[in-house]
């Protein structure tokens, strides 16, 4: 039997933490997550946040010397140009970690790689079956400015700065649709997880 490598994504505050969390509770699936890993990425002292820094001057600093995340968020998902120089500093670091991982963890059966740019990226490489978190495109507007405390015109940025939803679950092995309520999402990934996907990839 082959590694089953699942890529978890979906579009931002659509539920992928929560899909997350349950498969590592409930199956004990090891998790690792790009976000954590970009996070590292631009950690005080490492060279990616040096770049940053000399792109767009210190004040994209706090004073203890990390990220003002609000500050680039407000340059990137405002200027498209600049967001993928990010990334591009930013994934390669992100897709050495994960090859890193799986390597690391060649004794698990099955794990779990949240990857919200999976598509965008282009790390579907990496993974086995993907799986994509989804509801309507209201739901996710409303839970990002909650969530984020965001205007409705800078959650939307950031909506539009990914895939739409649609298309990414065109892309995908597995739906989840979290429209609804928690216990139906959490039954539909038990559903998921039992199959036998990798029989169904042609």
Same mark, same amino acid.
């Given at each position: 039997m082959n590694k089953r490598i699942i890529g978890l994504t979906g579009g931002i505050a659509t539920g992928k933490t929560t899909v997350a969390n349950y498969l590592a509770s409930a199956? /004990?699936?090891?998790?690792?997550?790009?976000?954590?890993?970009? %996070?590292?990425?631009?950690? $005080?002292?490492?060279?990616?946040?040096?770049?940053?820094a000399q792109r767009y001057s210190k004040e994209i600093l706090l004073p203890d010397g990390s990220l003002n995340r609000e500050k680039l968020g407000t340059i990137i998902f405002a200027q498209p140009e600049e967001r993928h120089w990010i990334e591009s500093l930013i994934h390669p670091y992100v897709v050495e970690r994960f090859e890193q991982a799986i390597i690391a963890?060649?004794?698990?059966?099955?794990?779990?790689?949240?990857?919200?740019? &999976?598509?965008?990226?282009?790390?579907?490489?990496? $993974? !086995?079956?993907?799986?994509v978190v989804r509801c309507s495109?209201?739901?996710? &507007?409303?839970?990002?400015?909650? %969530? /984020?405390?965001?205007?409705?015109?800078?959650?939307?940025? %950031?909506?539009?700065?990914?895939?739409?939803?649609?298309?990414?679950a065109a892309r995908?092995?597995? $739906? &989840?649709?979290?429209?609804? !309520?928690?216990?139906?999402?959490?039954?539909? $990934?038990?559903?998921?997880?039992?199959? /036998?996907?990798?029989? /169904?990839i042609s």
């Open positions: 199956y /004990n699936l090891p998790v690792f997550d790009a976000d954590i890993y970009a %996070r590292d990425a631009v950690a $005080v002292g490492s060279p990616i946040l040096s770049a940053i963890k060649s004794s698990s059966q099955t794990l779990l790689l949240v990857i919200p740019l &999976l598509f965008e990226a282009q790390m579907t490489d990496l $993974v !086995t079956e993907i799986w495109e209201l739901q996710q &507007l409303q839970r990002l400015i909650q %969530r /984020n405390h965001l205007t409705p015109i800078q959650a939307q940025a %950031r909506i539009n700065s990914q895939l739409s939803l649609s298309e990414k995908a092995n597995v $739906v &989840l649709d979290n429209s609804s !309520t928690l216990e139906s999402l959490l039954k539909q $990934v038990d559903v998921a997880f039992a199959m /036998n996907i990798q029989d /169904n």
